[in-house]
């Protein structure tokens, strides 16, 4: 069974750092493409970034390029969204997701919440 | 970046009744367009990708067509388990600039 753990969110004052991780479990993590997803209170989906199997590719969205860093640790099954220079609009619940044979998501963790205020 | 854009935005069905929910995209995304169903308090669940293809345990009233830049997600007969938002998601990544999501559709009780 597939199994998605966040951990890592919390209160950050604007301008602070916070590096979220995510536990993966019941699959061969390096076969597959990890993303982050996030979700402003009230709000819709917004993807966030993404990173490949080996770890050798990733991609950000332009709201988070310069300040988010995506890698991954295989032989740890870890995931993880280095988050720097945050700022009140990056308050969401933060999702990890397994990518299917491309980078769609087909499973999900539960989220972690980010408040970034002062 | 490409733009994903959904229609309507809420939509009232009995039901029983059949649902269809719009995507477009603001470039050809080719086939690369999944579609998520969230309901409150929960992670999205992945229904649809590849346009058209049901993922795992996803019952056979789900369905999805389209390609290029107009996509529908069709409920044919809705249950009370699927009133829900419906998001869509495009992951062509051409031109780069991510695999961004639909703004959401809410399907909502008649």
Do not use: H
Not at chain 1, 23 to 35: D, E, H, K, P, V
Not at chain 1, 42 to 67: C, F, N, P
Not at chain 2, 65 to 71: A, D, N, Y
């Amino acid at each position: 069974e597939v199994q998605l753990l966040e951990s890592g969110g919390g209160l950050v004052q604007p301008g602070g750092s916070l590096r979220l991780s995510c536990a993966a479990s019941g699959f061969i993590l390096r076969s597959y493409g990890m993303s982050w997803v996030r979700q402003a209170p009230g709000k819709g989906l917004e993807w966030v970034s993404a990173i490949s199997g080996s770890g050798g590719i990733t991609y950000y969205a332009d709201s988070v390029k310069g300040r988010f860093t995506v890698s991954r640790d295989n032989s740890k099954n870890t995931v993880y969204l280095q988050m720097n220079s945050l700022r009140a609009e990056d308050t969401a619940v933060y999702y990890c997701a397994k990518c299917g044979s491309y980078y769609f998501s087909d499973y999900w963790g539960q989220g972690t919440l980010v408040t970034v205020s002062s | 970046e490409i733009v994903v854009t959904q229609s309507p935005g809420t939509l009232s069905v009995a039901p029983g009744e059949r649902a269809t929910l719009s995507c477009r995209a603001s470039q050809s995304v080719s086939s690369n367009l999944a579609w998520y169903q969230q309901k409150p308090g929960q992670a999205p669940r992945l229904l649809i990708y590849g346009a058209s293809t049901r993922a795992t345990g996803i019952p056979a009233r789900f369905s999805g067509r389209g390609s290029g830049t107009e996509f529908t997600l069709t409920i044919s007969s809705l249950q009370s388990e699927d009133f829900a938002i419906y998001y869509c998601q495009q992951y062509n990544n051409w031109p780069p600039g991510g695999f961004t999501f639909g703004p959401g559709t809410k399907v909502d009780i008649k």
